[in-house]
Nanobody, 119 residues
Framework: QVQLVQSGGGLVQPGGSLRLSCAAS????????MGWYRQAPGKQRELVAD???????NYADSVKGRFTISRDNAKNTVYLQMNSLKPEDTAVYYC?????????????WGQGTQVTVSS
């Protein structure tokens, strides 16, 4: 069993920055990939970014060049640094972790945190 606890988020003006954090506990040795998803009202949940045990990263096209995902192995924590924020980034952001590199059916999820970018 893995537990994910998120922190960060809030209200920010367009062009501003926020950093999200997600700390994992429990059976952390089973984790191969960690990432961030988001869901806006009336829209599908989408992958924002993820990172594997081997430090391979993926980003949604909409956030490339603005967001950076990173990992601190000593703290079992993954971060999402969000710069140059846009109103379109407004969503609930969820931390994600799982044993697979290609599917999410066995993944664990954080509690979610609201990110709001004013217009």
């Amino acid at each position: 069993q893995v537990q994910l606890v998120q922190s960060g988020g809030g209200l920010v003006q367009p062009g501003g920055s926020l950093r999200l954090s997600c700390a994992a506990s429990g059976s952390i040795w089973s984790i191969y990939r960690m990432g961030w998803y988001r869901q806006a009202p009336g829209k599908q949940r989408e992958l924002v970014a993820d990172i594997t045990k081997g430090d391979s990263t993926n980003y949604a096209d909409s956030v490339k060049g603005r967001f950076t995902i990173s990992r601190d192995n000593a703290k079992n924590t993954v971060y999402l640094q969000m710069n140059s924020l846009k109103p379109e980034d407004t969503a609930v952001y969820y931390c994600n972790a799982g044993p697979s590199s290609t599917e999410t059916s066995r993944d664990y999820w954080g509690q979610g945190t609201q990110v709001t970018v004013s217009s």
